[in-house]
C-alpha cells in the first residue's frame, strides 16, 4: 500500500468513526424563533449553524447564510439560554473529539467550494460541525477574507494584551486549525456550546 493510499485509508476510518459517534438534532431560540441545527461530537452538543441572533454588537452580512458577527462583548451574552460561548479549553475538546489539532480543520469544514474558497484542503465536514467561511469584520466595518477564512470567539481573553480574545480560525489552505488572538472590537462568527 502506497502513502496516498494509506492516508486515503486512515480519512475514510476515521470519517466513520466521527459519524458514528455524532448525532444531530434541532434547538429554537426563544428570543426570535429562529432554528438551528445542532450536533453532539464527543461528549459536546454545539450549534452546527453561526448564531444569527440581531443584538447590539453584531452585524448582518450575508447572515441567512453564514450567521451574524459579534464584537467579544456581544459574543459573551449572545447565546441563548442553556447555551454558551465556549471557552479555548471547550474548543480543545471539540478539536480533540473531531481528529485532533492536525487534520481537524478539514474535518470542521464544510466541504466543497460552494461556499469555501479552492482549494478548501482537507475538507470532509466529517464532524457534522459544518463550518462556513465568513471572514471578520474590521473595526472600520468592512468585511476581510470572506471564503479564504473563519474565526469564532471563545470566551478565553489573551493572557498578554487585555484588548484581545483568542479565537479559533480556519483556513481555506489549511487542514489544521489555529488559535489566534482577535481585537475584541472585530467582529467575529461565534458557535454556542450546550451548559
Known sequence: MNVKSALLACIIIISGLLSK???????????????YKTITIGT???????LNYDMSGSWCIDCEIYGRVYTY?????????????????EWN?????????????????EAGTGHWKAPNTG????????????????????LNF????????????????????MSLRLDFNRSDVTYVPSDKNVGLSVRCLKD
Open 73 to 89: 462583548k456581544a459574543a459573551t451574552t449572545g447565546c441563548p439560554n442553556g447555551w454558551h460561548l465556549p471557552s479555548e479549553a
Open 44 to 50: 459536546q452538543t454545539w450549534m452546527a449553524e453561526n
Open 123 to 142: 475538507a470532509t465536514n466529517a464532524s457534522g460541525f459544518t463550518a462556513l467561511p465568513h471572514g471578520y469584520r474590521s473595526m472600520n466595518g468592512i
Open 93 to 109: 475538546v471539540l478539536t480533540d473529539a473531531a481528529g485532533g489539532r492536525s487534520v481537524v480543520g478539514g474535518n470542521l469544514k
Open 146 to 165: 470572506k471564503t479564504k477564512m473563519g474565526s469564532w470567539w471563545s470566551s478565553a481573553t489573551d493572557p498578554k494584551y487585555p484588548m484581545n480574545a
Open 21 to 35: 459517534a455524532q448525532s444531530t438534532d434541532t434547538l429554537t431560540d426563544a428570543r426570535d424563533g429562529k432554528k
